[in-house]
């Protein structure tokens, strides 16, 4: 029941940008954008989240339509490291909710 | 600041026989929410607890799993009478509370029934 839908893969070039679609049709104006990706079946890792403002941190940018029906992922420089599956969750503000994964985009840098 | 904290690692039992999972959160956090990845599959949300309190468990299976989070101590997910489809990775998350917060999560158990 996961409310986002994301191509289910995508690769890129090492030192390029990546860039991530997402979409959340049916976000409603109190729900969140959340990213996380999993490295091999590592934890999941929080990468960024936001409302409907664009966010930057030191791992990614989140760039969120203004009509909020989308958003994209940015990694400004991608590593081979960055290969991982990503998420985007659109996650309730109330009361903390759970986040529900869906299936995620699987991000491949190549050399 | 350490972060979420599970253990074991790994886990293996035997059919039948009960399985004790151990998560703690970040300092300062007093949320916990449990997931379950089986192999080549997604993350599923199984509970979410605040001290002391169940909050949200609609996605735990109805028998033989149970979870708490005491006052003191860690976050326990148990697994009573384990089955071979048990066998998973088992993750947890913590947040503060405050509305609009990040969780993060920890490592993981890997749990094998054999």
């Known amino acids: 029941d996961a409310k986002t839908t994301q191509p289910p893969s995508m690769d890129c070039a090492e030192g390029r940008a990546a860039n991530l679609p997402c979409n959340h049709s049916?976000?409603?104006?109190?729900?969140?954008v959340y990213w996380y990706r999993q490295i091999h079946s590592q934890g999941p890792q929080y990468i960024i989240h936001?409302?409907?403002n664009n966010e930057t941190n030191e791992m990614a940018s989140l760039i969120i339509t203004e009509d909020r029906k989308s958003s994209t992922l940015i990694l400004p420089h991608a590593t081979l490291r960055d290969t991982a599956v990503y998420y985007c969750i659109v996650r309730d503000t109330g009361a903390n909710s759970k986040l529900t994964f869906g299936k995620g985009i699987t991000l491949s840098v190549r050399p | 600041n350490a972060g979420v904290m599970q253990n074991p690692r790994h886990l293996v039992r035997r059919r039948g026989q009960e399985a004790r999972l151990r998560c703690s959160p970040m300092k300062g956090h007093s949320h916990v929410y449990w997931y379950r990845q089986l192999p080549e599959e997604g993350l599923k949300f199984m509970v979410y607890l605040q001290k002391e309190n169940i909050i949200d468990e609609s996605g735990m299976p109805k028998e033989r799993f149970s979870a708490e989070f005491p006052k003191e101590g860690p976050s326990i997910l148990r697994i009573q009478q384990v089955v071979r489809g048990d066998s998973a990775a088992y993750f947890c998350a913590s947040s503060s509370g405050h509305l609009n917060t990040e969780a993060f999560f920890g490592q993981g158990t890997r749990l094998t029934v054999v």
């Open positions: 049916t976000i409603s104006g109190n729900e969140y």
């Open positions: 936001g409302l409907k």
